[in-house]
């Protein structure tokens, strides 16, 4: 069986917690397709969000992380496309109930307001969490 691929990406405000998060997918067997950024250097999130809902889009990779300083411009980016589902969290039960109930297929993390020990506890919950179905597929249904 093939390895399930995510996504990753950030801007400079999240490029840390990025690179620790990429560590930990390929330490829990995940093939991790890092679309960047790369350094410190200032960029533009929108342009980093656009890469990797792409790539989930187009089936590239299952699932995606994305990290910014807040997290909000990176959740704001993201969830204008259709079929994606960012969930901005900042806890283990957020990010579990945000693949609970809401299949989200995006996790989003802020580097500079959530600490990196919360955050691999929402990436180990995220991705260790099935969706519910039941009500809740109804109710995704209508987010388009
Ligand atoms: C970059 O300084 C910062 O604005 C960005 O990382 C993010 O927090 C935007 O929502």
Do not use: W
């Not at 999240?14 to 960029?43: H, W």
């Not at 969930?87 to 945000?98: F, G, K, P, Q």
């Not at 996790?107 to 919950?125: N, P, W, Y």
Request: hydrophobic share 40%.
């Amino acid at each position: 069986m093939s390895r399930k691929t995510i996504a990753v990406g950030a801007d400079h405000g999240g490029y840390e917690m990025k690179q620790e998060l990429a560590r930990q997918l390929r330490d829990m067997g995940y093939s991790v397709l890092d679309l960047g950024t790369d350094g410190a250097d200032s960029v533009d999130y929108p342009d980093f969000a656009e890469l990797v809902v792409k790539s989930v889009i187009d089936g590239e990779a299952e699932q995606g992380v994305l990290v910014c300083g807040s997290g909000i411009g990176m959740s704001i980016a993201a969830n204008r496309h259709k079929g994606i589902r960012a969930a901005l969290c900042s806890s283990e039960i957020s990010a579990e109930l945000a693949r609970q109930h809401n299949d989200a297929n995006i996790l989003v993390l802020g580097e500079r307001l959530t600490d990196i020990s919360i955050a691999k506890q929402c990436v180990e919950k995220f991705f260790s969490t099935e969706f519910e179905g039941g009500r809740h597929t109804r109710r995704v249904k209508k987010l388009g």
